[in-house]
């Protein structure tokens, strides 16, 4: 029996919760984003009225039309946005147009920094600021987006010293879909978390201050066992995905 979009969220949200009571309770919170690539505005609305809050767009000219559409804006008042796509440095204006935008979650570049900087829509007043993620290619495949491992320290030094209009929140991983549990943790996930260790030391923060944001439809539990604060869940809640044939 095929269950509604309304009933998935309700479960993987109870998955969620459940999940996060059975890791030390130290870790911060995980936060559930239902990536609605592709999906329709009236499952958006069917989800957020199941309770979730949070949704992701991986395409930048969607996320903007879907958070000026009528009936989200209407229905969905507290709704928040993550841009989750690659953000090419010619469509910064067009994301400080998305309302209310959460996170951009795939910053990989002092070059996108410093355009996202200068937008007048962002600004060092804190309720303005643009919260951002550094996206690390822990899999090293050539076809993902994201820094070296080795390259994130010196991108979060350049955010924190030269963009005042911005705020890095931590570090997103997308990892390899092929991962076979059976044969131990997930190497993606490890890496993410020795980044996370890094920033930690290098800001000398506490350690709750930096987000890690990894997990996917086919892992979001593997992921918060190992402490993700965001997961990003797209199948599990809105089903298989339709791509127009061009």
């Not at 690659?86 to 795939?106: A, C, G």
């Amino acid at each position: 029996m095929t269950m509604s979009v309304f009933e998935n969220a309700q479960m993987v949200q109870k998955l969620v919760r459940e999940a996060v009571g059975r890791r030390e309770p130290s870790h911060l919170p995980c936060r559930l984003v239902a990536v609605s690539k592709t999906k329709p505005v009236s499952d958006i609305v069917e989800a957020y009225n199941a309770g979730i809050r949070h949704f992701g767009e991986n395409y930048l000219q969607e996320l903007h039309d879907k958070s000026h559409d009528p009936d989200i804006v209407q229905k969905c008042p507290e709704i928040k946005w993550h841009f989750i796509g690659h953000l090419q440095s010619n469509k910064t204006k067009l994301l400080s147009k998305v309302r209310s935008l959460f996170y951009l979650e795939t910053v990989d570049s002092s070059k996108i920094c410093d355009k996202l900087n200068n937008e007048p829509a962002f600004s060092a007043d804190v309720d303005r600021k643009l919260k951002v993620l550094v996206q690390v290619n822990s899999s090293g495949e050539t076809q993902k987006s994201g820094i070296h491992p080795s390259e994130v320290l010196s991108l979060v030094e350049h955010i924190k010293s030269n963009c005042p209009n911005l705020q890095f929140k931590g570090v997103m991983t997308i990892g390899s879909y092929s991962h076979d549990y059976a044969t131990g943790e997930n190497p993606d996930f490890e890496c993410l978390l020795k980044c996370r260790d890094g920033v930690v030391d290098f800001l000398k923060c506490p350690v709750n201050e930096v987000e890690i944001s990894m997990g996917m439809s086919n892992d979001y539990l593997h992921a918060i066992a190992k402490g993700s604060t965001n997961v990003r869940v797209g199948s599990c809640i809105f089903g298989s995905r339709t791509y127009a044939v061009t």
